[in-house]
């Protein structure tokens, strides 16, 4: 069965073959019960006849020639076996009586030469009197008896049917894993793929279906990519052709007599600013990665730190002032200073953590304000989405943790919102040290 074949071919050819082969298990089962074990042979005198010839042979010397003469007219042949002959005789153990029953007769043995005798003599019994007589008929042959098996053991269909099933369900469950297990890998891959940086899923194997649909994640993959980059170069432009008129808006606002008028004026422009400085730093995150290099991490977040409270903010810095980490130290202190900023305006205060976790550096931001809902905690990365209004602050563009996301991002680190105790919210950085 070749790797690029349908799935209904593989599943077609398995059930196929499992039939097939568990019949010919079935039927080989049946055979080696039936006819390859061997009968056990059975003496061809039982134990009460040898008991009564023994006696009249025992009777005394000379009734023996009348008893064997007898005996041959009857066609068979008796003649005393030598010793040497008996021992290589087994004696046949007499079966075990019923519970209660008792036989208070003496019983002559019988034994079975096996290999037979040079005369042909496979059958012997022992008389009371403790001499061994071997058998043959008139013609020379063994007297030993071999009963046919008729028909197979009891226990031989059972068995047979039990193989079949046996053999059948493990082929199909053998070629179901062998059909969806291809379908999981792809479904893996796909959930691992970053759109955004043009990933591919990995063509994994399995049937010419699978391999189709790899194809086709992979052309949708790359058709989302490029609408994803084509947004963020129109999203761009358009920022970045907004700061000329904003600029001419703010020289013109001069020229506005009224104070109170020109500062709501000045207040909006600085608003449409930071939006549009914020959607090209998004922007730029998402496409430029990070230029990384060992940074003194404490040192930085301490300088962070000193930055606000030299601007009256209500900071604190906690964790080693020495602390080695491989990052771009420019956007690692936009994306503080991010979160920072979201903590003075929600609560008005924040505390700075930094500690080692494993082979992670850890950076929280804890403020005591309100906090967030977890239905939020889903959304706020999403660019422009504002949840100002649980916080009980309706300023900022909604672009600020978006920011710092794709910054902590493109250092290969990941951004969790917890619940500060008693109250408020802190923001986790996990950044890789290596």
């Known amino acids: ?38 009968p056990e042979p059975t003496p061809a005198i039982g134990r009460g006849a040898a008991t009564l010839l023994g006696e009249l042979y025992d009777a005394g010397p000379e009734l023996r020639p009348a008893v064997l003469d007898g005996a041959a007219r009857a066609g068979i042949r008796l003649r005393p076996l030598a010793v040497e002959e008996a021992q290589s005789c087994t004696v046949i153990v007499r079966p075990k009586l019923p519970d209660g029953a008792h036989d208070s007769r003496q019983r002559a043995r019988v034994a079975i030469c096996t290999p037979a005798l040079a005369d042909g003599v496979q059958t012997a019994f022992q008389t009371l009197g403790g001499t061994w007589l071997g058998m043959i008929d008139s013609q020379n042959a063994p007297l030993l008896h071999r009963p046919p098996l008729d028909r197979p053991p009891a226990y031989a269909l059972p068995w047979a049917l039990f193989g079949t099933v046996l053999i059948t369900v493990t082929l199909c469950v ?6 969806t297990s291809p379908l999981l890998r792809l479904a893996e891959a796909a959930e691992k793929v970053d759109v955004e940086r043009g990933g591919t899923v990995p063509v994994t194997g399995g049937t010419r279906e699978i391999r189709l649909l790899a194809d086709a994640f992979n052309g949708l993959i790359r058709r989302l990519g490029s609408y994803a980059a084509e947004q963020r170069q129109l999203v761009a432009g358009v920022s970045h052709d907004l ?29 449409m600013q930071r939006v549009v400085d914020s959607s090209l730093s998004l922007i730029r995150a998402q496409d430029g990665g990070a230029q990384t290099r060992d940074v003194d991490v404490g040192a930085l977040l301490a300088t962070i730190v000193d930055d606000f409270s030299d601007g009256g903010a209500d900071v604190a ?92 991002q493109a250092h290969g680190g990941s951004v969790d919102l917890l619940d500060a105790a008693p109250c408020g919210l802190t923001v986790r950085l996990n950044l890789p040290r290596g």
Request: aromatic content about 4%; glycine content about 8%; overall charge neutral.
């Open 317 to 408: 810095f906690t964790g080693p002032l020495h602390q080695k980490l491989r990052c771009d130290p420019a956007l690692l202190t936009r994306a503080v200073e991010n979160i920072v900023d979201n903590a003075l305006k929600f609560a008005g205060r924040a505390e700075v953590l930094l500690r080692e976790e494993g082979e992670c550096a850890v950076i929280e931001v804890s403020d005591d304000g309100p906090g967030i809902s977890d239905e939020q905690k889903a959304r706020v990365f999403e660019p422009f989405y504002r949840g100002d209004e649980s916080r009980g602050v309706t300023e900022g563009s909604g672009l600020g943790l978006s920011i710092t996301k794709a910054l902590v």
């Open 243 to 271: 700061r000329t008129p904003l600029t001419r808006l703010r020289l013109r606002l001069d020229q506005v007599d009224d104070p109170s008028l020109r500062e709501r004026l000045l207040h909006d422009v600085q608003t």
């Open 174 to 179: 053998w070629a179901s894993r062998r059909v």
């Open 1 to 38: 069965m070749r790797l690029g074949a349908t799935a209904q071919t593989q599943v077609a050819v398995v059930v196929a073959g499992s039939v097939i082969l568990a019949h010919l298990v079935a039927g080989l089962v049946m055979w080696l019960l039936v006819h390859a074990r061997q």
